[in-house]
């Protein structure tokens, strides 16, 4: 038995910012499938980002795990459709997040594919695995990265323990908890086949829930599968046995095993709906592809909202149009307005450093990065910051910390004057 099911640890971090918890009603209410759209755009982009060209005609039918698109490159890259529908064409758009992509056009179907025939996974091989994983496009909603990439480069580090964090840290998001609510087994199951292909010492799903659901967990897996952990925003695992801890999403776990005992192709994920623009905030199923206002939509809005987020409130990012879902978005969030604190002149109260779980001096980077101090900067190490938001959150003055602390982290000691166009002289 793991050491880890002995003592339960619990990291004690005095750094961070507490977060109210938002994560009710939806957290509480079982994931409902979305109502199928009249249309959705799905991004041509395999999952390792190449671009991919439509694999069928104008008007042909296809069904849902049909391909799509095949990579330009002919590395083998797909996308597959996440509905069944007609495909009508293709459209450029410009998303906030993976930029100018062409996007398939499908007018959804009522009927959708057949489940695949169960295959036992027992004897797969490493190589396999790792295979399937990038075949089937898999996506880690952790951070947007391919899963097959991720896991053939842990192969690499020696005294590895797979963590599936379900911790879900931010206010709103419960998306994890759904998915384990529902599929624990099959979550579990999908991660010790990516523990396999890595070639882990060991796994466990990391998470952060009330005593009573964590029980209710607990009675569906063993006692070794769980990890409980607690603190103040962000925790970071700690070292696991001795070994280095290496994080993979709930939703990328089941979708792993989805492929290699079902053979279905990621089709779209469990999205938290929330914002107290919402009606009825939930988790939803919702295919790859659909356009943000359709999700909100069928979750009903209260109030039009002024203010919509892909991703939590701490690190999500907003959107003003409407734009399809992707892999690697777990929450949306609507709001009446934005609250902000009116801005001011840093004070030097020293609050974001108090804050900043990677020991960094915000304040600091911001003051000479406007300070135009470029050759200092590389000595406050922004290289080091993850971009967590506690910095902006605790911030008297209402400043975009974390904006400036990101900025002069990608950099990366090469920043460029803007003199305006030639036409202004």
């Known amino acids: 038995m793991s050491k880890i099911t002995k003592r339960g640890v619990s990291p004690f971090i005095k750094r961070g910012v507490l977060l109210p918890s938002m994560k009710q009603p939806a957290a509480s209410r079982p994931i409902i499938d979305i109502a199928p759209p009249s249309r959705i755009v799905i991004p041509l982009l395999a999952g390792d980002g190449s671009e991919c060209l439509p694999a069928i005609k104008s008007y042909d039918t296809v069904l849902k795990g049909d391909v799509l698109g095949i990579s330009e490159t002919g590395d083998g890259g797909r996308v597959y459709s996440p509905v069944s529908g007609v495909y009508v064409g293709t459209k450029k758009i410009l998303h906030p997040i993976i930029g100018n992509v062409t996007c398939a056009l499908l007018d959804c179907m009522a009927t959708g594919g057949e ?21 089937m496009g898999i996506i880690d909603e952790l951070d947007g990265q391919p899963l097959g990439l991720k896991l ?17 840290q931010e206010p709103y998001c419960s998306a994890s908890r759904a998915v384990l609510k529902d599929s624990a087994v099959q979550v579990r199951d999908g991660l ?64 792993l095993y989805r492929a290699a005992a079902y053979g279905e192709p990621p089709c779209g994920c469990v999205v938290t709906i929330a914002g107290d623009a919402v ?61 902000q604190s009116p801005l001011h002149a840093c004070i030097g109260c ?15 980077i911001m003051r000479r990065l406007d300070n135009m101090q470029y050759e200092r900067l590389s000595q406050l190490l922004p290289d080091e910051c993850d971009g967590c938001g506690a910095c902006s959150y605790v911030c008297p003055s209402g400043l975009e910390v974390t904006a400036k602390v990101l900025e002069a982290r990608d950099a990366q000691g090469n920043i460029f004057m803007k003199w305006g166009d030639g036409d202004e002289l």
């Open 279 to 339: 009606a009825n905030p939930q988790n939803v199923q919702v295919p790859y592809g659909t356009l943000v206002e359709d999700v909100l939509r069928f979750c009903g809005l209260a109030h039009e909202p002024e203010y919509v987020l892909l991703g939590d409130v701490m690190t999500g990012i907003t959107v003003q149009d409407a734009v399809p879902t992707i892999p690697g978005i777990t929450c949306i969030l609507a709001f009446k307005s934005r609250v």
């Open 192 to 255: 010790a086949l990516a523990a396999r292909a890595m070639g882990a010492k060991g796994f466990c799903i990391a998470v952060m829930l009330p005593q009573k659901r964590l029980s209710a967990l607990k009675a569906k897996l063993n006692d070794g599968d769980l990890f409980s952990v607690k603190g103040r925003y962000p925790v970071e695992l700690p070292s696991i046995d001795g070994c280095i801890v290496c994080r993979i999403g709930v939703q990328a776990c089941l979708a």
């Open 115 to 135: 489940t695949g025939k169960f295959k036992d996974t027992a004897s797969m091989s490493e190589q396999e695995i790792l295979e399937m994983a990038s075949s």
């Open 350 to 364: 020293g609050r974001c450093v108090s804050a900043c779980h990677r020991n960094l001096l915000p304040y600091e």
């Open 152 to 168: 053939a480069a842990w192969r690499k580090l020696r005294r590895v323990m797979l963590v599936a964090d379900a911790t879900e």
